[in-house]
């Protein structure tokens, strides 16, 4: 049967494919086989892979909140842009979560212009311009012209002396394969949703429970603007309000709040 992919492309339905995904979010085989066969018979001609995956994550809700956390995060962090929240606000956390010294948007200045970099980060004495590329389009990837612009940019601000530091370009895309080679050749660091194996962006959020709040089923589009207001971004930041507090604060419905809470516990005590 024919589906139609997030770049309007159409493909073959393929029941491995999506199995495997419910898998690599860590669900057991006997549960995404039960949910893959679930979401497979509400399958019909011309269904897009949203739907598909809507439909994968209704039926994984049901069965572990923690593994839909995690089956829904790629969605999660592509919201963030819409609801108001800045990628490179989210890339800072993670940072910071990790080690990093940092300050965000700042102006270093070039031999040719100023450049504004989007994260300064520092570890262990070595110091990284953060390059925070965001895209809510699926199935986008970045290319390598992203990666030699970046490398064009710390190449103009070490010409005037300020090179110390390395080009870090972090994406909640994948990349093409020539994006890779190069960064390799001029040794600039990427991390992106698959790359590199073992720690990727999906990886640094998992391993510290760093989900973003989009990520929670009953937080809708109302509360993650009004969260975002304050700047509240990650689940774990939910923790410390009891539900009349949180409902008082964002001005949200008290059930809504309640259930928010709960399922903020459930994902980060898993």
């Known amino acids: ?12 339905f393929s029941e491995d494919k999506l199995c495997q995904s419910l898998k690599n979010a860590g669900a057991p085989r006997e549960l995404a086989n039960k949910v893959c066969a679930l979401a497979a018979s509400d ?3 011309g269904m897009t892979t949203s739907k598909i995956f809507r439909s994968s994550l209704r039926y994984l809700l049901k069965e572990n909140l923690s593994l839909a956390a995690n089956y829904s995060l790629r969605r999660g962090v592509g919201e963030l842009g819409p609801a108001g929240f800045l990628f490179e606000h ?3 956390i993670i940072l910071q979560a990790y080690g990093y010294k940092t300050v965000r948007n700042i ?4 031999f040719c212009v100023e450049h504004e970099i989007d994260v300064l980060a520092e570890k262990d004495g070595v110091k990284y311009y953060i390059e925070a590329k965001y895209r809510n389009e699926y199935g986008i990837k970045t290319h390598i012209d992203v990666v030699m612009y970046g490398d064009a940019r710390l190449a103009d601000i070490a010409k005037a002396g300020g090179g110390e530091a390395k080009l870090w370009l972090i994406t909640n895309t994948k990349f093409t394969d020539k994006a890779v080679k190069y960064a390799k ?15 990727n962006l999906e ?3 998992i391993n510290r429970k760093l989900y973003p709040i989009t990520v929670l089923p009953s937080v809708k589009r109302y509360e993650r603007e009004q969260f975002a207001k304050f700047g509240l971004l990650l689940a774990q930041d939910i923790l410390p309000y009891s539900p009349e507090e949180l409902a008082n604060k964002f001005n949200i419905a008290f059930n809504t709040a309640k259930k928010i809470i709960i399922q903020s516990k459930e994902i980060i005590t898993a």
Do not use: F, Q
């Open 203 to 205: 990886d640094l959020i």
């Open 90 to 92: 989210y890339v800072e």
């Open 107 to 110: 102006m270093a200045k070039g």
């Open 185 to 199: 050749c001029r040794d600039i660091k990427l991390t992106g949703w698959t790359h590199p194996n073992g720690d």
């Open 1 to 12: 049967m024919e589906i139609i992919k997030s770049t309007g492309e159409k493909e073959m």
């Open 43 to 45: 399958l019909k001609p």
